[in-house]
C-alpha cells in the first residue's frame, strides 16, 4: 500500500481569499485566551499601618481550576500611578490570569494609600518603600497563613471572616517602584521563596525617563499626579513598535491613580535598604531580574549593571530576562507570553512547579502544547484510492499567543494493520491550523490487512515540545 500526500491546495487559496485582510485593513490585535475554570474574586487583606491602626487592603486573587494545598503562589506589586488593574487590564489581557493559567494561585493587591486602599490615619508622606515593604511582610504571611478573606464584592468594604485555603510557598513580583519594594525583601524576610524584579534598577537610581513628574496634588499634598496627561504615560510606558494599543488606552486612560509622596521622598532610603538586605538575600532564594529592551527608566546598561550588582552581591542564584520590543510598561506589550513563559520555566527551575506539570517542557526550556485536535473527513471509503480530508489544530494553554508558539510539523503516519506505516509531515500555520489531503492508493498485502490506521503528532518546535498522537481506525474495503 503506497501514501501519495498532497496538500488541499485548492482549499487554501478558497479560505485564503475569503479571510485575507484588505491593503488598508489593520491586524487584528492580539488577544489572550483563558478557559472558564479560571476564576477572580476580590481578597482583603487587614494590615497594621505606621499609625499602629488597621487599615484594609484591596486585592485580586486568581486561580484556575482546582487548587492544591502546596500550589505556590505568586503576589504581584504594581508601581508608581498603578493597582492591581497593570496586572489584569482585561479578560483577554492580563498577567494575573496568564499565570493562573499556568497554574499556580495569583494575588495582586493594591498598595497601601493607592486606588481602592487607601490610607486614612496619616499622611501619604509616611508610606515609603520602606514601610510598603513591611506591609507585602504582613500581605505574605497572611497568604500562607490563609488568613484573609475573599468576597464576590468590587470592593472591601464588607469583607466578611478570613477563612481562605492556606498558600504554599509564595513568589513575590514587583514592577516599577514595586520592583523596589520586592529588592530587599527577601533578605529582610527570608519567607519567601523567590523573588521578581521587573523594569527598575535596585542597585543604584537611574536617570527619570520622559514622561513621570513629582509635582504635589494641589489640595493634596501629600499625594502627587505621576502622569498628567496620556501622552505622558504613553511616553514613559510603552515602545511603540511593540505595544498592545488596545491595552495601552486602558492603561493609560486617565484620570490616574495618585500616589503617595512618600513614594518619591523615600527613594535614598529604598537604595540604602537595598544595599543592605540584597547582601543577605543568599542561597535558598532564587531570583530573577526581568526588563524591556527599549525601557527608558531601566535601559538595558542600568539593568545589566544591576545583574552584575546582585551577582556580585546577593550570594544567590540570580538570572536575567531582556524582553525585546518592549517598553517600561512591558504587561502592555507583545511579548508579554514571552514573560510569562520565562516566568514559568524560572520558577520550576527552583521546584516551585505549576499545578499543570510540564517537566519536559521546563527542562529543555520548551512547554508541553495542550494538545492536538485533529479531524479526518473519510472522502472516499468504500473503494481504492482511498481519500481523506484532515483538518486540525495545535492547541495552546491560556495566555499563549498563537504568533509565537506555533509553527513546525505535524507527522502523519498511514498503514494498514498488517504493513509497516508510511510517514509524511505537514506544516503547521502560525495560526496553529494544518490541513491535508491524503490518498491512499494499491491493496495491503494479499489481502489480509482489514483496518487502515491514520496517526497524527505534532513534531515539536523551538518553543514547544512533541504533542501525544491521535489515531483513527478504518475498515478497508473488501475488494
Not at 478573606?149 to 481562605?164: F, I, L, Q, R
Not at 550570594?315 to 510569562?340: D, E, R
Not at 502544547?369 to 482511498?386: D, Y
Request: proline content about 7%; overall charge positive; charged content about 15%.
Amino acid at each position: 500500500m503506497t501514501l501519495a500526500r498532497r496538500l488541499a491546495l485548492a482549499v487554501a487559496l478558497i479560505a485564503a481569499a475569503l479571510t485575507a485582510p484588505t491593503a488598508h485593513a489593520a491586524a487584528p490585535a492580539p488577544r489572550m485566551h483563558f478557559d472558564n475554570q479560571l476564576v477572580v474574586r476580590t481578597a482583603c487583606f487587614s494590615v497594621v499601618n505606621p499609625h499602629g491602626t488597621k487599615s484594609l487592603l484591596y486585592g485580586q486573587h486568581f486561580s484556575d481550576g482546582t487548587v492544591a494545598l502546596n500550589t505556590p503562589v505568586i503576589v504581584l506589586v504594581h508601581g508608581v500611578s498603578s493597582s492591581t488593574e497593570d496586572w489584569d487590564f482585561s479578560r483577554t489581557w492580563s498577567v494575573a490570569r496568564a499565570l493562573a493559567s499556568a497554574g499556580y494561585v495569583v494575588v495582586s493587591y493594591d498598595r497601601l494609600g493607592f486606588a481602592k486602599s487607601p490610607y486614612k490615619a496619616g499622611s501619604g508622606g509616611e508610606l515609603t518603600t520602606s514601610v510598603q515593604r513591611q506591609v507585602l511582610h504582613q500581605v505574605v504571611a497572611e497568604v500562607k497563613s490563609g488568613n484573609y478573606a475573599m468576597t464576590g464584592s468590587s470592593n472591601c468594604s464588607n469583607p466578611g471572616e478570613a477563612k481562605t485555603i492556606p498558600g504554599g510557598k509564595v513568589v513575590v513580583v514587583g514592577h516599577s517602584a514595586g520592583g523596589l519594594v520586592v529588592a530587599g525583601y527577601p533578605g529582610q524576610y527570608h519567607d519567601v521563596a523567590a523573588m521578581i524584579q521587573a523594569d527598575i534598577s535596585a542597585s543604584k537610581p537611574t536617570t527619570p525617563a520622559p514622561g513621570g513628574g513629582f509635582t504635589p496634588q494641589p489640595g493634596h499634598v501629600d499625594y502627587f499626579q505621576f502622569f498628567q496627561t496620556r501622552q505622558d504615560c504613553e511616553t514613559f510606558n510603552a515602545f511603540e513598535p511593540g505595544v498592545v494599543k488596545y491595552v495601552q488606552n486602558i492603561a493609560c486612560a486617565p484620570p490616574f491613580t495618585l500616589t503617595p509622596v512618600g513614594e518619591f521622598t523615600g527613594l535614598d532610603q529604598a537604595y540604602a535598604d537595598n544595599a543592605t538586605y540584597i547582601a543577605k538575600i543568599g542561597p535558598r532564594i532564587p531570583v530573577l531580574l526581568t526588563s524591556g529592551a527599549q525601557d527608558t527608566t531601566d535601559p538595558p546598561a542600568a539593568a545589566n549593571q544591576d545583574y552584575a550588582y546582585y551577582r556580585s552581591h546577593c550570594h544567590c542564584s540570580v538570572s536575567q530576562y531582556v524582553l525585546p520590543n518592549t517598553g517600561h510598561l512591558f504587561m502592555a506589550h507583545k511579548s508579554l507570553s514571552a514573560w510569562i513563559q520565562r516566568v514559568v520555566t524560572f520558577l520550576s527551575a527552583h521546584h516551585l512547579n505549576p499545578s499543570v506539570a510540564l517537566p519536559k517542557g521546563i527542562r529543555d526550556e520548551r512547554r508541553s502544547p495542550r494538545g492536538l485536535a485533529v479531524k479526518v473527513t473519510p472522502k472516499q471509503l468504500n473503494k481504492f484510492p482511498l481519500h481523506f480530508e484532515v483538518r486540525g489544530t495545535l492547541q495552546l494553554w491560556s495566555g499563549m499567543r498563537p504568533a509565537q508558539w506555533c509553527g513546525g510539523f505535524v507527522d502523519v503516519q498511514v498503514g494498514a494493520s498488517t504493513e509497516k506505516p508510511t510517514t509524511a509531515r505537514t506544516p503547521v500555520h502560525t495560526d496553529c491550523t494544518f490541513t491535508e489531503g491524503i490518498h491512499v492508493s494499491g491493496k495491503p498485502q494479499a489481502g489480509k490487512a482489514r483496518f487502515i490506521r491514520l496517526r497524527f503528532r505534532f513534531a515539536g518546535n523551538d518553543a514547544l515540545q512533541k504533542s501525544a498522537g491521535k489515531t483513527f481506525v478504518y475498515r478497508l474495503p473488501s475488494s
